[in-house]
């Protein structure tokens, strides 16, 4: 039997652990067809909203869709009331952001559909725990809807979006602005802004973390009810030592389907989040259904994948290329973080300070943000706009002020707008730009230009531009002026999910030296 077992690669065993792991849980393996109805999935479309669906039209004339999730098909053919106990083995397809490429990822999760108890969180609790230790050392990260929702609260309803990119980044910078657009008092404020860089072990943070909400009785009680969960899960014997149990706000999964206990999970040999989970009563009752539902999904995609050995005591840091990278590397000289003379005047691309332990990449602007959140680099400085153009998964921490600017539409000077058709816009930043004109309800025609923009409607190729914006001397010399800004833009300190989890100590002493000099 061992000279069998040695035949399977290593994710395939870990696999096979899961499924056993599960089993013993009295979990019943649960399968699905490879295809489904699209209009199943249409009907949970915000659930999607960062990926395209694979769809083909069958025999019958059906529009069906290769699955990209395993829980909302459990959902869909669970009768109303009935209980369901069950794990699953499955390939979902994603998108990729970044490469537009479909993928197809491996993964094994479990759920539980009924009236959902302590203990059944107990229990999805240990198994992702159990689950996560099984592919290594790591991280399980927990929050709760109630102490979200209850942040959200503090503004009106057409701001939830933004409260929640606030948290989900540690922004503060981005809370202070809504506190500030809303005259919130000082003290709420402040305890906003020291929520969202609350980060790290439970105990170490819980009572913190309590005094900070003591202004908001509902999240005082959800986080009350984390702490039962944390006391009976770190009492148990059986639980391994591989894995961390970590307080942190910034983890929310979908907020629009989320209601209770959400948790994520991550493992140093990954630099992505590798487990997401929680209770989603809010999904069975959009489908009418009388039941909750608590459960978690993990890639198994790099599990068992032999990956580059990296020196742990070394920080890694992306910079842009150019003036602005000059920039950052003299702030943080200034600040004690690097040592002076690191960058060279030749063609490296990597300088290591070995004093400080510090690793520096010069990259290309735009693809700082793809370093970061692909673990190559643990932090980075990026523009605010090229965050906003690739949606990459990062965590935007500090605003450096560094930069600043806007994106903003301009035109000529003697521009009248034609509504009757559609508006040329010539700009680099394609994403950005249909936002917003999607966002006001206009229709256009797009000119994706990737230099010398204002050429474009002086020589009649678009009727307007969306581009960045510093002094507006380049355009006034054009005879162009801007008709409409979009959103300030400057440098910003962005953070690996993983990372984060693992060099936390490290990071934050950077952030706090560089504060103090911004």
Same mark, same amino acid.
């Given at each position: 039997?061992?000279?069998?077992?040695?035949?399977?690669? &290593?994710?395939?065993?870990?696999?096979?652990?899961?499924?056993?792991?599960?089993?013993?849980h009295?979990? +019943?393996?649960?399968?699905?067809?490879?295809?489904?109805?699209?209009?199943?999935?249409?009907?949970?479309?915000?659930?999607?909203?960062?990926?395209?669906?694979?769809?083909?039209? %069958?025999?019958?004339?059906r529009?069906?869709?290769?699955?990209?999730?395993?829980? *909302?098909?459990?959902?869909?053919?669970?009768?109303?009331?009935?209980?369901?106990?069950?794990?699953?083995?499955?390939?979902?397809?994603?998108?990729?952001?970044? @490469?537009? @490429?479909y993928?197809?990822?491996r993964?094994?999760?479990?759920?539980?559909?009924?009236?959902?108890?302590?203990?059944?969180?107990?229990?999805?609790?240990?198994?992702?725990?159990?689950?996560?230790a099984?592919?290594?050392?790591?991280?399980?990260?927990?929050?709760?809807?109630?102490?979200i929702? #209850?942040?959200?609260e503090?503004?009106?309803?057409?701001?939830?979006?933004?409260?929640?990119?606030?948290?989900?980044?540690k922004?503060? +910078?981005?809370?202070d602005?809504?506190?500030?657009?809303?005259?919130?008092p000082?003290?709420d404020s402040?305890?906003?802004?020291?929520?969202?860089?609350?980060?790290?072990?439970?105990?170490?943070?819980?009572?913190?973390?309590?005094?900070?909400?003591?202004?908001?009785?509902? #999240?005082?009680?959800?986080?009350?009810?984390?702490?039962?969960?944390h006391?009976?899960l770190?009492?148990? &014997?059986?639980?391994s030592?591989?894995?961390?149990?970590?307080?942190?706000?910034?983890?929310?999964?979908?907020?629009?389907?989320?209601?209770?206990?959400?948790?994520?999970g991550?493992?140093?040999e990954?630099?992505?989040?590798?487990?997401?989970?929680?209770?989603?009563?809010?999904?069975?009752?959009?489908?009418?259904?009388?039941?909750?539902?608590?459960?978690?999904?993990?890639?198994?995609? +790099?599990?068992?994948?032999?990956?580059? &050995?990296?020196?742990? @005591?070394?920080?890694? *840091?992306?910079?842009?290329?150019?003036?602005?990278?000059?920039?950052?590397?003299?702030?943080?000289?200034?600040?004690?973080?690097?040592?002076?003379?690191?960058?060279?005047?030749?063609?490296?691309?990597?300088?290591v300070?070995?004093?400080?332990?510090?690793?520096f990449?010069?990259?290309?602007?735009?693809?700082?943000?793809?370093?970061?959140?692909?673990?190559?680099?643990?932090?980075?400085?990026?523009?605010?706009? *090229?965050?906003?153009?690739n949606?990459?998964?990062?965590?935007?921490?500090l605003?450096?002020?560094?930069?600043?600017?806007?994106?903003?539409?301009?035109?000529?000077?003697?521009?009248?707008?034609?509504?009757?058709?559609?508006?040329?816009?010539?700009?680099?930043?394609?994403?950005i730009?249909?936002?917003?004109?999607? %966002?006001?309800?206009?229709?256009?025609?797009?000119?994706?230009?990737?230099?010398?923009?204002?050429?474009?409607?002086l020589?009649?190729?678009?009727?307007?531009?969306?581009?960045?914006?510093?002094?507006?001397?380049?355009?006034?010399?054009?005879?162009?002026?801007?008709?409409?800004?979009?959103?300030?833009?400057?440098?910003?300190?962005?953070?690996?999910?993983?990372?984060?989890?693992?060099?936390?100590?490290?990071?934050?002493?950077?952030?706090?030296?560089?504060?103090? @000099?911004?």
């Open positions: 039997m061992k000279e069998l077992w040695d035949v399977l690669r &290593p994710e395939e065993q870990i696999e096979l652990q899961i499924r056993r792991l599960y089993q013993e009295h979990f +019943h393996l649960y399968q699905l067809n490879s295809f489904e109805e699209f209009e199943g999935y249409q009907q949970q479309r915000n659930f999607f909203k960062d990926s395209t669906i694979i769809t083909f039209t %069958g025999n019958d004339g529009t069906m869709a290769l699955k990209p999730d395993v829980t *909302i098909s459990i959902v869909k053919n669970t009768p109303s009331g009935e209980r369901r106990k069950v794990y699953y083995v499955e390939d979902v397809y994603r998108q990729d952001r970044q @490469e537009g @490429e993928q197809k990822i993964q094994v999760g479990l759920e539980i559909i009924d009236n959902i108890s302590q203990q059944d969180e107990l229990e999805v609790l240990r198994l992702a725990w159990q689950s996560l099984l592919v290594g050392e790591g991280t399980l990260d927990i929050s709760h809807m109630g102490i929702n #209850a942040i959200c503090q503004f009106p309803e057409e701001e939830r979006d933004q409260v929640l990119k606030a948290l989900q980044h922004s503060s +910078h981005a809370m602005e809504l506190t500030q657009k809303y005259n919130l000082k003290e402040e305890n906003l802004g020291k929520l969202l860089r609350l980060s790290g072990k439970f105990e170490q943070f819980y009572e913190k973390a309590r005094r900070l909400l003591a202004a908001l009785p509902k #999240a005082q009680a959800a986080l009350d009810e984390l702490k039962e969960l006391d009976k770190t009492n148990d &014997p059986e639980l030592s591989l894995i961390r149990l970590r307080l942190d706000f910034s983890i929310m999964n979908d907020a629009d389907y989320y209601s209770g206990l959400v948790f994520q991550f493992i140093k990954s630099k992505e989040t590798i487990l997401h989970g929680g209770r989603y009563d809010l999904l069975l009752k959009r489908q009418g259904k009388s039941q909750g539902a608590i459960g978690f999904g993990m890639k198994l995609n +790099h599990v068992g994948e032999k990956t580059a &050995p990296k020196d742990s @005591e070394y920080l890694n *840091i992306a910079l842009p290329k150019g003036r602005m990278g000059d920039t950052v590397y003299q702030l943080f000289t200034k600040a004690g973080i690097a040592s002076e003379g690191v960058f060279e005047d030749n063609r490296k691309l990597i300088f300070d070995e004093k400080n332990k510090l690793r990449f010069l990259v290309k602007p735009s693809d700082v943000a793809i370093y970061v959140e692909h673990g190559a680099a643990d932090i980075g400085v990026v523009g605010k706009d *090229i965050l906003m153009e949606s990459a998964h990062v965590i935007e921490f605003d450096l002020h560094l930069g600043e600017c806007r994106i903003a539409v301009a035109a000529c000077n003697d521009f009248v707008e034609d509504e009757s058709r559609p508006l040329r816009v010539s700009t680099k930043y394609s994403n730009t249909r936002d917003y004109y999607d %966002g006001i309800g206009r229709s256009i025609e797009l000119i994706e230009l990737h230099g010398s923009i204002e050429l474009a409607p020589l009649d190729l678009s009727d307007v531009i969306v581009d960045i914006v510093e002094t507006g001397t380049t355009l006034k010399e054009n005879n162009l002026k801007v008709i409409q800004d979009i959103a300030p833009s400057s440098a910003r300190l962005i953070i690996n999910h993983a990372t984060w989890r693992f060099k936390q100590a490290r990071i934050q002493e950077v952030i706090e030296k560089v504060r103090q @000099e911004i």
